[in-house]
């Protein structure tokens, strides 16, 4: 790797180069001197409640953020990724570790390392030149994890405070970046009409800017989780609907993520529909992907009246977490013809319309009926049209929950009618 000195020379020097990247990057977090005394001579109002900031962490908070972090992200120096913590036994022991940092104010010396990773600027001129590097620093997940916790406390605490001025709008919920950014530009425009001075400072050392404009108004990105007990063919009817195909025999599916993509009245839909696992030994999953969705499929089997149950249970657990969310009931299996199915279909469908306001579709993976009704539904009850239109795109991709990297391994074997 080369540099360019302050002579204008290229340098190769590998211990000139490291000192250039050291001097370079240390310059971008040079402390503000004197900050501490202007933090010790402000005004502030002591009589504010602070309990709620020093009270112990909560095993509940631990969990929740364990849940929150992302899944085959990169990790730190101690190579601990976010899924091995989510589990019972993990998030118990990290619970202990974050009790002990937050009771004596000290943290593990793993977590005040990271590992800066620089990536080139696009549009920058010079690949040569340090500062035109970002420097993404990888530090402990268990870290980030325990710096969720207090962050997620002050946010509230502010909020609910009403600390902030209504002039603050980075990293608060609910404050559009565009909204804020068009107010600003209005306020400039109408400012330079006049007599008034106005100065301008280089971001260029920020964060680099999107390659497009902004979304455009008719492009939608929308995510969908299918549900249901083991074995009742969540995995064909995705198969059926993204490439029209069944396979009689699989492997159970712990999490994987299909995207297609959709002409749907007017609006370009990106679809992301995540196949679950069809037992519960993944509740921080499960409860992740509820969290994380904008409509949900849940799947029985007319041959299988137990699975129902299985149906019953998902959604009351995604009705606890998100009161009103599109949900259409779907009886696979259709293609079967038993007295247990015709008996309980039409008891079945009035619950779901009825008691539940969702949706409700029978259909054949095997035979691949109804199958695009499924999701019509869905997109209907999201106020989306409910007619795909001619130019439907068929490039469809098949991807793990993660977009680079392999998809779960599958274990186990079950045939699907």
């Given at each position: ?257 299909h995207r297609g993509q959709y002409n ?153 009618s």
């Amino acid at each position: 790797m080369a540099i360019v000195d302050e002579n204008g020379s290229v340098n190769t020097n590998r211990s000139d180069v490291m000192n250039k990247w050291k001097t370079d990057f240390h310059s971008l977090f040079k402390r503000k001197t004197g900050a501490e005394t202007e933090l010790d001579s402000g005004d502030f109002n002591t009589e504010i409640d602070v309990s709620t900031l020093n009270a112990s962490i909560s095993r509940a908070e631990d969990l929740d953020a364990v849940i929150r972090a992302k899944s085959r992200k990169a990790t730190g120096i101690d190579d601990i990724p976010a899924e091995v913590l989510k589990n019972d036994t993990a998030i118990d022991l990290l619970h202990q570790i974050i009790m002990g940092c937050f009771n004596l104010g000290k943290v593990p010396i793993q977590w005040k390392s990271g590992i800066i990773n620089p990536i080139f600027k696009h549009g920058s001129d010079d690949n040569r030149n340090p500062i035109n590097y970002r420097g993404i620093t990888l530090i402990s997940v268990p870290c980030k994890i325990y710096c969720n916790i207090l962050n997620y406390r002050l946010s509230k605490w502010l909020e609910d405070n009403k600390i902030l001025c209504d002039e603050q709008n980075g990293f608060r919920r609910g404050r559009s970046c565009e909204e804020h950014i068009h107010s600003l530009y209005s306020i400039i425009n109408d400012q330079s009409r006049g007599a008034k001075l106005i100065s301008s400072r280089d971001m260029a050392s920020t964060r680099q800017r999107s390659g497009s404009q902004g979304a455009a108004s008719n492009e939608v990105h929308y995510r969908i989780v299918v549900l249901g007990a083991a074995g009742v063919g969540k995995s064909s009817i995705i198969s059926q609907f993204l490439y029209e195909r069944f396979n009689s025999e699989y492997k159970e599916t712990v999490e994987e993520l299909h995207r297609g993509q959709y002409n749907i009245g007017g609006i370009k839909l990106t679809l992301d529909i995540l196949d679950t696992a069809g037992h519960r030994e993944f509740p921080a999953m499960r409860k992740l992907a509820i969290t994380t969705s904008d409509a949900f499929v849940l799947v029985y089997s007319v041959t299988d009246m137990t699975s129902f149950d299985e149906v019953q249970k998902l959604r009351e657990e995604i009705i606890s977490q998100r009161s009103k969310v599109p949900i259409v009931i779907v009886g696979n299996k259709a293609d079967i013809n038993t007295d247990e199915s015709t008996m309980d279909t039409e008891t079945i469908e009035s619950i779901a319309c009825v008691d539940w306001e969702s949706g409700f579709v029978q259909a054949s993976a095997k035979e691949n009926t109804n199958i695009v009704g499924i999701f019509q539904e869905l997109l209907r009850l999201s106020k989306f049209s409910n007619s795909f239109s001619p130019d439907l795109l068929r490039r469809r991709m098949s991807m793990p929950a993660s977009l680079s990297s392999q998809s779960l391994v599958k274990r186990q074997s079950c045939v699907i009618s």
